[in-house]
């Protein structure tokens, strides 16, 4: 096995330093070498947490040899910017998602990687969720007969929105993020519904409720969805909302087959199987910390794709082609 992939985890908020910096101290065969954010009374706690060198200056991350990979968890309008540092350098680089604001973007970023001879992988984590590998383990083995619909929603609180990004932040700024919030965060899920049909969505309609909520400073509650359809035949619906209390909150799969039988996928935790016996059978999917949502999973890849030189099971091509779903929705805001 060659060495140790050293790591460095750029950002040090909720994704990076709750998913990215645990997991990464676990995994076999990678040195989290350096924690880098501007903010250092964010960074200098998980830094001590961890025992992990701390810095505030990216250039400086780069200039480090020990860094052979670098894990972008900041949020998107300095993903191209900094994902292209980086792969200058020759640096490999895992980068949350979206992965710029605009396809045009990707496409340079993923060409940069090319000529670089770097590995770009987009942190399209909800692949190497449990819940999701299960759900997609018994569709293949036929206990819904043929998949022919599907149904997928993801309420998030509208108090837990405005606390990550209030109004004016720049998650509300089109020309930044690429898009409102239901753009930024629906990319996992139809990436997911790619993957899991192993199949193309060849048609989309979104539309789009904005509500301005004054109670939590003003952001706009969002309820967007969006009507899809697979080049095999299966029909979908996909509902994000940001309107609702936190008891409200969901995540939930609906998968409908051909045979009658239906699955549903609840939250990272629980699978339904509504079947031929008289009651609903639930089957429990046990993950915990930084695998519920497949974040140490895709972390674990990054680090066996480089050791060994290997293409990853998701690519910026995967990336492009759900973007392209998403990115949809915007044309109604412009």
């Not at 894990?71 to 979206?98: S, W």
């Not at 309609?205 to 706009?220: A, D, H, R, V």
Request: hydrophobic share 40%; charged share 25%; net charge neutral.
């Amino acid at each position: 096995m060659p060495d140790n992939v050293g790591i460095a985890v750029v950002g040090a908020g909720f994704v990076g330093g709750q998913a990215h910096v645990p997991a990464f101290k676990k995994i076999p065969g990678s040195d989290l070498v350096v924690i880098c954010d501007k903010i250092e009374t964010r960074v200098k706690p998980l830094s001590e947490k961890y025992g992990v060198k701390y810095c505030l200056d990216y250039e400086e991350v780069l200039k480090d040899p020990r860094v052979e990979a670098v894990v972008l968890a900041v949020p998107t309008p300095f993903h191209f910017d900094l994902a292209m540092k980086a792969i200058e350098k020759g640096k490999h680089v895992l980068c949350e998602m979206p992965l710029a604001p605009t396809i045009e973007q990707i496409r340079k970023m993923k060409k940069a990687a090319e000529k670089s001879k770097v590995l770009l992988l987009p942190d399209l984590n909800y692949r190497f969720a449990p819940i999701y590998i299960k759900t997609k383990e018994m569709i293949q083995e036929s206990v819904i007969g043929t998949p022919i619909a599907v149904h997928y929603r993801e309420f998030i609180p509208a108090a837990a929105l405005a606390e990550q990004w209030p109004a004016g932040s720049w998650a509300w700024d089109i020309k930044r993020s690429g898009g409102y919030p239901d753009f930024t965060l629906s990319v996992w899920a139809i990436d997911m519904l790619r993957w899991l049909f192993a199949d193309e969505i060849v048609d989309v309609e979104w539309m789009s409720n904005y509500t301005p909520l004054k109670q939590f400073g003003g952001i706009l509650g969002y309820n967007t969805m969006g009507l899809i359809k697979f080049e095999k035949g299966v029909a979908g619906s996909l509902h994000y909302g940001a309107t609702v209390n936190q008891l409200a909150s969901t995540s939930r799969l609906e998968v409908y087959g051909d045979n009658t039988n239906v699955l549903h996928a609840v939250w990272n935790n629980k699978i339904v199987l509504f079947g031929s016996d008289p009651e609903p059978k639930e089957i429990p999917v046990e993950a915990k910390g930084t695998r519920m949502w497949g974040h140490y999973q895709i972390d674990n890849h990054f680090v066996e794709c480089i050791q060994q030189n290997r293409k990853p099971l998701v690519t910026v091509e995967d990336a492009i082609r759900t973007q392209e779903i998403a990115q949809k929705m915007v044309k109604n805001l412009k």
